[in-house]
């Protein structure tokens, strides 16, 4: 019996580790999801970060607005809206990342992803390191009332949240103490708890 609750608790806390080590990232930080006053804007805020499967990636914006498209690489590269594998209008939307690949994200607003509101990620498994962001790319999450493509997450609910279909990955931004110490306390905690059930 004893072992079976030692199987048990360690796996609770490995789960728990792979949540506590999950970023949410706030895309463009303050600047939010808008039409930015640089065309290179969102590509220079995803450099340097990792994503990674378990991540999430918040677009705010004023509804009515801008909105977010999940497209392929050619759909990126040419801001083309006409087909998106997802859709979303209703802000904020949450994209939990859960396949690892390259992941594009345009505005289908009015000009908006010509003048450099789209966003390129390329997402690393949970334990990898690295993960730049591609230069152009396809497959994303899907929106509402969409149908999740191969390998991508499925759609949103209600509020525009995603949740996980499979595995995916994306980082908090830069400099996030608050998770940092976080997860720093976390996994002291873990390695104590284990090395007091064994």
């Known amino acids: 019996m004893a072992g079976v609750f030692k199987t048990v608790t360690f796996m609770v806390l490995v789960f728990a580790a792979v949540v506590v080590f999950?970023?949410?990232?706030?895309?463009g930080d303050d600047t939010e999801w808008t039409r930015p006053m640089d065309p290179e804007f969102y590509t220079t805020w995803a450099t340097g970060k990792t994503f990674?499967?378990?991540?999430?990636?918040?677009?705010?914006?004023?509804?009515?607005?801008?909105?977010?498209?999940?497209v392929t690489?050619?759909?990126f590269e040419n801001c083309e809206k006409e087909k998106p594998i997802s859709h979303m209008t209703v802000p904020p939307v949450k994209i939990m990342l859960n396949t690892t690949g390259p992941q594009y994200f345009i505005c289908t607003v009015g000009d908006h992803c010509r003048f450099g509101q789209k966003l390129s990620i390329n997402?690393?498994?949970a334990g990898a390191s690295g993960?730049?962001?591609?230069?152009?790319?396809g497959g994303a999450t899907p929106a509402p009332g969409s149908t999740p493509s191969a390998g991508?997450?499925?759609p949103p609910t209600a509020g525009g949240t995603t949740t996980p279909s499979g595995s995916n990955g994306t980082t908090t931004p830069a400099g996030n103490a608050a998770s940092s110490l976080g997860g720093a306390t976390f996994l002291v905690a873990f390695v104590s708890a284990v090395v007091a059930l064994f």
């Open 22 to 27: 999950a970023e949410d990232y706030d895309v």
């Open 52 to 70: 990674r499967v378990g991540d999430e990636l918040e677009f705010d914006f004023a509804a009515g607005r801008h909105d977010v498209a999940v």
């Open 152 to 154: 991508g997450t499925t």
């Open 123 to 125: 997402v690393v498994g």
């Open 73 to 75: 690489q050619d759909a």
């Open 131 to 137: 993960g730049a962001t591609p230069g152009a790319g």
